[in-house]
């Protein structure tokens, strides 16, 4: 591939797919309707180029958010989980190509997906992080779709090479989660081990990171786990916390602010097992508890109105068990609003 994007990793590559979206035909006459009629497909090769050639010359053109698709679920596997979340992405796009499109003033690109070859998770991570750093280097906004939650690991690392000249480069992590993802590496790293990863690599380099939960269920996470929460710093908030209520809102968001003013960045991560089965039924770790897509909402509008947010993902989704694609509606539907009030 071009400029050396993806070359010597172990790794499958396929550029956005016009068969992955479709939707309601409409009266040409009334313009883009949904998604499937807005979307860009591109190779990452020949778009970063091109991207390039566009900011060189310094060519206005609207902001680009691209979607890039982790098809992996070795970290699931090894994390003893139910597998099928590779097939995330494509389940997602298809949900969100007939969604209605409400806004007109932003590039959307779907880049395809890389997929995991040989249980080589760390080649899919690597691989998936250099399109990260790419993106964010050329100011193009990227949103991930998962894949198990070892997206995090990969899509933290090609944050940490974007900006690693900059002279603001203090990354806070927040996680929409039932879980901490703390665990330590005993064999292998897992879908259970991403952010325990990132804190450790970071260290070993004289580097932090800021790391908020929000959604901890307690019957989801032993003793061991929030103590190595304690001992790193770990900020969180209970999943029995998150109502969509303004006066519940307002305590999290109160507990955010200092969170938010000590780092130059965010970068959000929400693993669909944080919803209740109610809404995400399709996870590799479903609970009766959780919390509401009116929470998740509401915060999402409270983070980006920081104007600190530099990239998403979205992970965990399991259409293997989806009921009447629930979950992939709502995955799809976050997607959809992120990209509107990014």
Request: aromatic fraction near 10%.
């Amino acid at each position: 591939m071009k400029n050396g994007v993806l070359q010597d990793l172990n790794v499958t590559y396929a550029p956005g797919q016009i068969n992955d979206w479709d939707g309601r035909k409409t009266d040409p006459a009334l313009g883009i309707q949904y998604w499937y009629q807005a979307i860009e497909l591109a190779d990452i090769g020949n778009f970063l180029d091109e991207e390039k050639i566009k900011k060189d010359h310094s060519i206005e053109k609207k902001p680009a958010i691209a979607l890039i698709g982790y098809q992996c679920d070795e970290g699931v596997r090894r994390n003893y989980g139910r597998v099928g979340a590779m097939n995330g992405p494509l389940s997602v796009r298809e949900k969100l190509a007939k969604l209605p499109l409400h806004f007109d003033n932003k590039r959307l690109v779907d880049l395809g997906n890389v997929a995991c070859v040989n249980q080589d998770m760390e080649a899919c991570q690597q691989a998936f992080s250099e399109i990260i750093s790419r993106l964010i280097t050329q100011n193009i906004f990227p949103i991930g779709i998962g894949g198990g939650h070892d997206i995090a690991y990969g899509h933290f690392m090609g944050i940490r090479e974007a900006i690693k000249y900059s002279s603001h480069r203090k990354i806070g992590i927040i996680n929409f989660d039932a879980h901490f993802d703390l665990r330590p590496i005993e064999d292998k790293p897992n879908s259970g081990t991403p952010f325990n990863q990132i804190i450790t690599t970071l260290r070993k380099q004289n580097e932090s990171v800021d790391y908020f939960v929000i959604g901890i269920q307690r019957q989801s996470n032993t003793p061991a786990l929030f103590e190595i929460a304690k001992n790193e710093t770990v900020d969180f908030v209970y999943s029995m916390d998150c109502e969509p209520s303004d006066s519940d809102i307002k305590k999290i968001q109160d507990k955010l602010i200092t969170f938010i003013n000590n780092v130059d960045h965010l970068y959000i991560s929400i693993d669909m097992d944080g919803f209740s089965s109610a809404y995400a039924p399709g996870v590799s770790a479903p609970s009766p508890l959780g919390f509401s897509p009116n929470f998740v909402y509401k915060m999402l509008d409270f983070l980006f109105e920081t104007r600190k947010v530099i990239s998403c993902d979205v992970a965990e989704l399991n259409p293997t068990f989806d009921q009447d694609n629930i979950t992939a509606n709502l995955a799809a539907k976050l997607v959809d609003y992120i990209a509107s009030i990014h």
